[in-house]
């Protein structure tokens, strides 16, 4: 080997050598420059994420919040983060278990419930006394939002449940009575005679494995007499009942009335269900009315809500309402006083809390007896000429409000979210529909599935 | 004569060589050694997400749970039927094509690159463009059928478990037929020609040149892509999560969706992952068992 080809090869091993160095060099100070957001909270600028649920009225509430941000806080930004109803469970799990949960969430109340047993919430308690703890909206309590152990951890955001949603130039069209006063047998006779007559879907519900199948099947059991769990003996699970079995057998008489395809059905396949005038009546949040507004003015001009049909028996008529609030996580949080601040500032705000309702009337019902009762309220147009159903919405659904968190409210559950996850209760209306198991069957699985729930997760109730 | 500086420690080639795999072993050990490591071990923890920290050891329970649970063997048997079937028809179809792509045509090239475009769109676009395209009202697979008369009522798609199932069996086999192509036709063009222009001087027709000639020389080839094509069918997550969330029902969950209903939908990470070593070991002993029936089975040829 000359001289020169030795003073070559020792000049490219010394290149290759530096290099691998530098490399590694490069990789640790790299890692020394993703700092967690924690390091960075401490000059109180950032990113504040919020998390919501689809519609305008989320941005709305952040838009308050950043508001309160331009004057306080300049160096903060709350940017809102759309959540699809089906993927929040999921998605706050994930990042719950990474540590990197949002530094404030919109939640419903199973869900809150569970997450505040877990002791994964900030208790709240300041920020309800600034709001005024004598504001809420009369047939409604703090604790409806989430209340654990004496504390309050959830800021109210709105209620909203789902009703009897009806295309009234149908019924009218067809001699059938006035929806307010029906029974289940009512509703089935509607179905029917509307399938028959009008060759179309009579009621659209969601029959998939999701969320929206759990919150419909939930308001027909309750009205049913019958529960998940019975909070006062124990959380003992009285899922195997009668009420359950008629509300399964229920569904699935509904069932020949409904789409096709209601099998793989979730939320934004019932609002299409009605905007498109697929299906005569649905069960379903306000939500819908916006969307009818914009898409369909004949449709919307013709729909109309109730409360639900009530049970022949018992006389109920409980809808699923989702007692939604804000709900700040504490873990790796370095914006807890920040969110605070932001959202109590809002919430005494009545401008911002009607722009917060107004942004989708009549799906976020109004939860301070102040805002419910200004004049200014009324000044969205839907006012002209859905008054009756808004006040439904509103005001005289709450005396039928149930939700699973809370099961014809008496007691806060948190095992109802670890339900919710787990799709149970979609999955028990599933194997009647889909498997043909009779409803006895499906009653007796989806309890034991409850059951399960309950030992693994009692540390959460006692 | 110019005074050099100071010269770097000396290394050998060897040296350096093992400086520069070390980044490729650090990010192996990182990203599937430690994490293969972990989910063995949660495997026999209870391990809920929410509480880290609160881990038990809990033995073979997690095990026990699984192979207990009918939702698992259903998984087992679904997940089972959709790889078997997506391989076939993605063998089938991929050979079937590479062979219509081995012409020598003017412009072949062209369509070569366009079969990739399946491969190369990231899955969650493919599905949730395929959930439109299977929607039975405004979708336009039904509008399409029921344009050229082949169907007169709309198919739900997505609604019964028999088509959910075969939805997805559709989606996978379009997404990953271009990579059996691709392995195919590479192989195609290196078969000497000869073997067929003497085949032809024999007399032997298409058919007995594809049986004689093709596929025996396609053989090798074919094994390391149904192996390797079984093993990423099997473990398939994204596609059937995205179009059909394990549902209708339970019908479409596989081991993958099991695995990620128990971890984070139920809270039972050791579950979940006892799932995941299951499915590492199945998947272990039929690939060596495979490999090893081929290899038998040449060596009784040789």
Known sequence: MTDDKLHNDLTRRDLLTGTAVTAAGLAAAGSMLTRPSSA????????????????????????????????????LKFDIETIGWGSVYVKLMTDLAAGQPANLISVESPLAYQLMAEGL????????????????????????????????????????????????????????????????????????????????????????????????????????????????????????????????????????????????????QVVDSMVTGKAAMVFYWGRVYGRAAEEAPEIFKNIQSFNHARHPRTGNRYNWNDFQGWAIPKQNNPFINEVKEAVAYYQTKREWLIRYVHSLVPNVSPVYKDVASDPRLLEHPFFKTKKDTIMTYYVNSLKYASNTGNELLKGANPLAGIVHGRLILAQTVQKVILDNWTPAEAAKWGAQQLESVRKEHFRLVI | MMAQGPRLPRLSDRQIGILFVIPFLVTAVVFMGYPVVQAIRMAFYSVNPLRPGHDTFIGLDNFYTIFDDPLFWDSFHQATVWTLSSIFLQTVIGVALALLLHVPLRGISVFRGLLLFPYIVPTVVIALIWQWMFNPEIGVVNYSLKSIGLIEENIYWLSTPTMAMASTVMLNVWKYTPFVIICVLAKLQTIPLELYDAAKVDGAGAWRRFADITLPQLKEVLIVVVVFRTIWTFNKFEEIYLLTKGGPGTSTFNLAIYSFEQSIANLRMGVGAATAVVMMVFLLLGSILYLRVFRFAEEEEA
């Open chain 1, 40 to 75: 960075r909270a401490q000059g109180k600028s950032g990113v504040v994420r919020v998390w919501g649920e689809p519609g305008p009225y989320a941005g709305v509430a952040v838009d308050g919040m950043n508001e309160w941000a331009q004057k306080n806080a300049p160096g």
């Open chain 1, 121 to 268: 919430l900030e208790p709240v308690d300041d920020v309800i006394d600034r709001i005024g703890r004598d504001r809420m909206i009369e047939g409604t309590k703090w604790e409806y939002w989430g209340k654990w152990k004496g504390h309050q951890y959830v800021v109210p955001a709105h209620h909203q449940p789902h009703l009897l949603m009806v295309r009234m130039d149908i019924i009218n069209e067809l001699g059938l009575s006035n929806p307010d006063t029906w029974t289940w047998d009512d509703l089935l006779n509607a179905a029917k005679t509307i399938h028959e007559k009008k060759k179309m879907p009579g009621i659209a519900l969601a029959l998939g494995r999701n969320l929206c199948t759990a919150y419909h099947f939930a308001a027909l059991l309750h009205s049913a007499g019958g529960r998940m769990f019975d909070v006062a003996n124990k959380f003992e699970v009285v899922f195997d009942s009668p009420a359950t079995v008629e509300t399964l057998e229920f569904i699935d008489q509904l069932r020949p009335y409904m789409p096709k395809g209601a099998t793989e059905y979730s939320f934004l």
